[in-house]
């Protein structure tokens, strides 16, 4: 049995094997460590060498994992949820050890709790680059009014008009890196390269919005983006699209469909509390003076 307190490993099979059930067992709150780690995992080590391996934390007590920590190759630090006490001794920990995230990604108690912890360990000055809310969703609602229904699954015929209206998605949210990655035709560094498509097309067969979705991991299926261009607002379709695409990865077997959505956009969070998504938690994104990494941070992948 693995002592109490923070272990820390390289291991990533070692860790997923200790971690998994944890990470699964409260998948929604959990979502973009699950999703991060599996990218982490399907595309190996990079390239760089072995000090970009990602670091991977659990913290164990009575045998069990309590909480998990990870450290993608660029800085990024993800928490699950910490106490304050939790935070200040993982801080603590890294700290001692010579690590230096570049920011960190938590909800939004645990994320502030540890920026602050950072800074009395390091002198490192966090500023908050990131809110959201993160929604689970309940019993799927339709909009009303309802538009015609046209739902289509994005094939490779459609790439061009997937990354475009990402790209305009990344401009409407001030998402900078992804907006750099697209432009330098680097789309397989984008988060959302390995996300599934579905466009709302109006009878004729015109794509009026879309909305992408995660695969599968653990029960849990997060979208993300939901995109409709400005000049097809307020006809009802990303309600539709965003529905279809719930819907769908329930009728797969999804225990927990979520999102994430600005506090700034009130349109946004009213259309999906109307279309059967309730409020779990907020998360926070804090980046440290000390250091930079040219990570896609504004949201999870």
């Known amino acids: 049995m693995l002592p109490d307190g923070w272990q820390l490993t390289q291991d990533m099979d070692d860790f997923i094997a200790e971690a998994e059930d944890f990470l699964r067992s409260r998948a929604a709150l959990h979502n973009t460590a699950l999703t991060d780690i599996e990218k982490l995992r399907t595309r190996g080590r990079d390239a760089r060498g072995a000090e970009s391996i990602p670091v991977f934390g659990r913290l164990m007590s009575g045998g069990e994992v309590r909480a998990v920590f990870y450290c993608t190759p660029y800085g990024r630090l993800g928490l699950t949820p910490l106490s304050a006490e939790q935070a200040e001794g ?24 540890f920026a602050e912890a950072w800074q009395r360990h390091t002198a490192a000055v966090p500023s908050p680059f990131w809110r959201t809310h993160l929604y689970r969703l ?10 015609e229904r046209r739902a289509r699954v994005a094939s490779k015929e459609d790439h061009e008009q997937v990354v475009s209206w990402c790209r305009e998605f990344c401009v409407a949210v001030e998402e900078r890196p992804s907006i750099d990655a697209i432009d330098a035709g680097s789309w397989a560094d984008t988060r959302f390269a390995d996300k599934h498509f579905t466009f709302w097309e109006t009878p004729d067969g015109t794509p009026v919005s879309m909305a992408g979705s995660t695969s599968m991991i653990g029960g849990m299926v997060r979208v993300d983006p939901v995109s409709t261009p400005a000049r097809f607002r307020g006809r009802g379709y ?22 994430f959505a600005d506090p700034g956009n009130p349109t946004s969070n009213a259309l999906y509390q109307r279309i059967g998504y309730v409020h779990l938690a907020d998360f926070t994104g804090y980046r440290f003076s000390s250091t930079a990494a040219p990570e896609d941070t504004r949201r999870g992948t």
């Open 238 to 259: 990303a309600g539709a699209v965003t529905v279809e695409v719930s819907s769908a990865a329930l009728a797969a077997g999804a225990t927990d469909v979520v999102l």
């Open 90 to 113: 993982l801080a603590a920990h890294l700290a001692g050890l010579g690590h230096s995230p570049a920011n960190v990604i938590a909800d939004h108690d645990t994320a502030t709790a």
């Open 138 to 147: 309940g019993t799927p609602s339709p909009p009303r009014p309802h538009p």
